[in-house]
């Protein structure tokens, strides 16, 4: 079974730094795009970048370039999102998603997503 | 790049049918459109692809053959029919735009499907 798992819930203070994970399982990891999509509380879903997983070339949604990194291991089939610098607009739920590189790459299957809160 | 908008809310009685709507902005009526359905407090998961021919490729894993699409000028619809209780959901809509380090996936703001 494709599955895509990630880490648990974050409650982070404003300043603080943070790396969330999402492990890929049941398919080859470094043949598909990983990308991160933000959903704010009773909000609706936004991209915020992806990754290609067999040589970690990243492109971001302007909007979030600067303020997070996504990097990834192939050799544990888990790709990262990163924050230097947290704030409380950081507060959201993040799905990562898998999606191939051929015409049909639809975001198939999605992670649990993970809450982050951002609250001093 | 694309904005594709969605009414926010719509509703279904049991057994009845409902469409829901994608628009895309104007210049963008040869794009595709992907709808993603997502249950409360669950992660999205992948519906099915239209573009102006209609479905592209095939539904996500155990979408009933009660959920359709269909695509014309702007317009980007999905229609449940039989409209169960566990269809409700939020549903959005996405397109990509552009490609290599110019892509960027765009995402509707969404439509809540309550069931009556």
């Known amino acids: 079974e494709v599955q895509l798992v990630q880490s648990g819930a974050e409650v982070k203070e404003p300043g603080e730094s943070l790396r969330i994970s999402c492990k890929g399982s049941g398919y080859s990891f470094t043949n598909y795009w990983i990308s991160w999509v933000r959903q704010m509380p009773g909000r609706g879903l936004e991209w915020m970048g992806r990754i290609d997983p067999s040589d970690s070339y990243t492109n971001y949604n302007p909007s979030f370039q600067g303020h997070v990194t996504i990097s990834a291991d192939k050799s544990i089939s888990t790709a990262y999102l990163q924050w230097g610098s947290l704030k409380a607009s950081d507060t959201a739920i993040y799905y990562c998603a898998r999606h191939p590189r051929s015409t049909y790459n639809w975001f198939d299957p999605w992670g649990q997503g993970a809450l982050v809160t951002v609250s001093s | 790049q694309p904005v594709l908008t969605q009414p926010p809310s719509a509703s279904a009685s049991l057994g009845a049918s409902v469409t829901l709507t994608c628009t895309l902005s104007s210049g963008y009526s040869n794009y595709k459109v992907d709808w993603y359905q997502q249950r409360p407090e669950k992660g999205p998961r992948f519906v099915m692809r239209v573009g102006t021919g209609g479905i592209v490729g095939s539904k996500g894993d155990g979408i009933p053959d009660r959920f359709s699409v269909l695509g014309s000028g702007l317009n980007r619809y999905l229609t449940i029919n039989n409209v169960h209780e566990e269809d409700e959901s939020d549903y959005h809509c996405?397109?990509?735009?552009?490609?290599?380090?110019?892509?960027?996936?765009?995402f509707g703001g969404g439509t809540k499907l309550t069931v009556l």
């Open positions: 996405a397109a990509d735009h552009g490609s290599g380090s110019n892509f960027v996936r765009v």
